[in-house]
């Protein structure tokens, strides 16, 4: 691959000539040139830059001394030997591995060319970037000073056919010229292009490659220094458990540092492991909404419904709460239960009471898939309102968990686990007339085995049944329950009374 540095400063890429880049360029196998632009300048004083039109301060690089350059170098000069030959003219020998400029490699025109202008105003370069540079037959790279290049220059090349023009920022910063930007384009280039590093594995895992992840921590040895051990899996000598603690901290790592990178996650490439370690920083897969259109993972935040959610609740309460309901209960007598306790009506008396309510929702993306609903007692010894549950409830405060619902789309993600771990951890806070609440109770459909199911490995235990009667048809639900201040959760139903 050639790659050209055209700059006012070739004795800033010396350094080029240092490590890998060095030893790549020395074995041949890549052909890096470095030019003077004042090679180009025809005055006495070789000047490549004037005064802004409209005023202002500090000058602007001038479209005529690039043009010349450039078409040489990108090999669109009529005559690319009529290059000049000024003291430090590309091609003496203080220009770095320059021939002379515009001597374009045989066949030029039918290879991919580019033109990277530097700019802290242009698109900012990345990994993706570099590798596609890395498949470019010739990259050339034009080191802006003072207040830039005309904009011309990128225009022009921009119209040129067979020359692509990237303008490529660093970062948002200002840097005082194009040469560093040249570095960081050549140093990460350079060890994309085969044979240039050592071991081509080293590529594979890192930061920003295909897995989409910041790579995960590395260390060497001492085993000990300064107080602080090496993670003892990493010496365990057991490779598939290796893999798997650096999968999970390069996961953990991108989740607390490069959340945006998580975003553009292929959902399909993670794994039942890899899930586990994003729901704990938050991050849920949800299900496509149609077969075949993955839906990458999703930030989902857990929060106290305020009024403004009223209506986005009773919305979700209306899609969610019939999904729950026993397939024999009749559609009307389940809209009558959704019209007389889950209408925008009721949810703003809910959020607004937050003696008697707890509203916890779950936010994905700015729309709520999730949310709970937790009833507190009126006073310390109130019993929950059916004598059988009051039975099998001994504990008091006892609360109870009257709603916990999330989106189909976001079933069996471990969204509605995080939702209900938040309304635990919130409920240990509450007090009923200044006695803490003691533990927190729910009625489950008898048939709902993944419900039962879930609420166990959240520490809720059976302690009994409620009956009720849902229009004509009279329903059975399972009582569980889970005190909040023991190390036992399931010590709470022989709790006292
Ligand atoms: N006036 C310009 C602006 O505000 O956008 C800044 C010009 S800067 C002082 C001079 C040159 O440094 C630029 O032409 C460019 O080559 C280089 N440069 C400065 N900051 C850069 C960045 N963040 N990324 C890439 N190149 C940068």
Redesign the pocket.
Known sequence: MRLDVVTIFPGYLDALDLSLVGKARRDGLLDLRVHDLRGWATDRHRTVDDTPFGGGA?MVMRPDVWGVALDDVLGLSADPSGAPDAPDAPGTPDARGADAPGAPDAGAAAHRRVLLV?????DRFTQAMAEDLAAADQVVIA???????DARVAEHYRAEPGIEVHE???????????EV?ALVVVEAVARLLPGVIGNPESLVEESHGAAGLLEYPVYTKPPVWSGLEVPDVLASGHHGRVARWRRDQALARTAERRPDMLAALDPGALDRADLKVLAAHGWFVPAPRAPGTPVAPTRVRVRRATGADVAALAALAAATFPLACPPHMAPADVQAFIDTRLSERHFAAYVADDARYLVLVAEAAGELVGYTLLVLPREPGEPPYAPDVADAVGARPAAELSKCYVLPAYQGTGVAGVLLEATLDTARTLDVAGERLAVVWLGTNQGNRRAQRSYSRHGFTVVGTRRFRVGDSLEQDLVMARALHVADPTAQHDGGR
Do not use: F, K, Q
């Open positions: 500090g530097p700019t802290p105003s242009g080191c802006g000073r003072y207040e830039g290049i490529i920022s660093l970062g948002d910063y200002v840097l005082n010229g194009g930007a």
